[in-house]
């Protein structure tokens, strides 16, 4: 019985996030525009997606600046930690909490901060205040991601090689980043995904003609969505899926066989 329950539940579970989902798939295929009336298979839609320069542009600014944006706030984030190791306790405990208002701080706040700020500073809201923005709110999820890994991994292996004759960078490339990689990829993916998802922020650092994906869904909702975002997001859903689908199989590979010298027997 209790199996029984828990399938069902696990049913409604899958239903709830993927039906969704799903009915955005298969509407991206529909003839009409219509939301509620199947009229027929057609491509019309992705044929209409990849001639609106306004949508592409979106998506182009929208990768554009979560790339570029987890990438340097990335770096920042890395040498920001190697920073706050230097510090004592009570410092780290500092500038550990300082870091984590923003995590904290509701989106509004801190893209109308943003905002403010970039006018009291004489800049015009364009592409560059929108990348700005990502970097800021971005930095703050590298260092929840590396400073684990950072402070786990201790310093031993790093005097190690200095000993040995390794300069402080050398060290640090050859021996620290490599142990702290995957709090390095961590971060960047979080601050990838934040970077795509967001809105708010987006929305008040973002010059006339600057949309986003997101910006744009909300600019179309209030005449009408085009099924031609359906196709968008069936794209950007199987994309994603397939990412996941090769991580996930590289994964799964068995590693590779290590030498092992046998001891002959007596």
Not at 49 to 55: A, C, S, V, W
Not at 62 to 82: D, E, K, Q, R, W
Not at 132 to 158: C, D, E, R
Request: proline letters at 4%; one cysteine or more; a positive charge.
């Amino acid at each position: 019985m209790r199996k029984a329950i828990r399938g069902i539940y696990l049913i409604i579970i899958l239903l709830f996030l993927y039906l969704p989902i799903v009915a955005l798939m298969v509407l991206s295929f529909n003839k009409s525009k219509s939301m509620f009336a199947w009229t027929g298979f057609s491509l019309r839609w992705y044929k209409e997606m990849f001639h609106d320069t306004t949508m592409l542009n979106a998506v182009w600014n929208t990768f554009s600046i979560a790339i570029v944006s987890s990438l340097i706030a990335t770096i920042i984030g890395v040498l920001a930690c190697v920073g706050i190791l230097n510090f004592g306790r009570k410092g780290q405990a500092l500038l550990l909490g300082v870091n984590n208002i923003p995590l904290l701080n509701a989106d509004i706040v801190t893209g109308i901060s943003l905002m403010l700020a970039f006018i009291a500073f004489g800049f015009y809201l364009n592409w560059g205040t929108v990348l700005l923005a990502h970097i800021t709110f971005s930095i703050p999820y590298v260092i929840l991601s590396v400073m684990p890994k950072l402070k786990n991994l201790g310093v031993q292996n790093y005097e190690a090689a200095l000993d040995l004759g390794a300069s402080p960078v050398t060290a640090f490339w050859k021996v620290v980043i490599p142990d702290i990689r995957p709090g390095i990829v961590s971060g960047f993916l979080l601050a990838f995904t934040m970077s795509v998802d967001d809105f708010v922020v987006t929305h008040f650092t973002r010059g006339a003609g600057i949309n986003t994906i997101s910006t744009l869904i909300y600019s179309q909702v209030k005449v009408g969505i085009r099924p031609t975002l359906f196709a968008l997001s069936t794209i950007i859903f199987i994309v994603v899926m397939a990412v996941l689908l090769i991580a996930n199989r590289e994964d799964d590979r068995p590693p590779e066989d290590e030498f092992v010298v046998e001891t002959p027997q007596s």
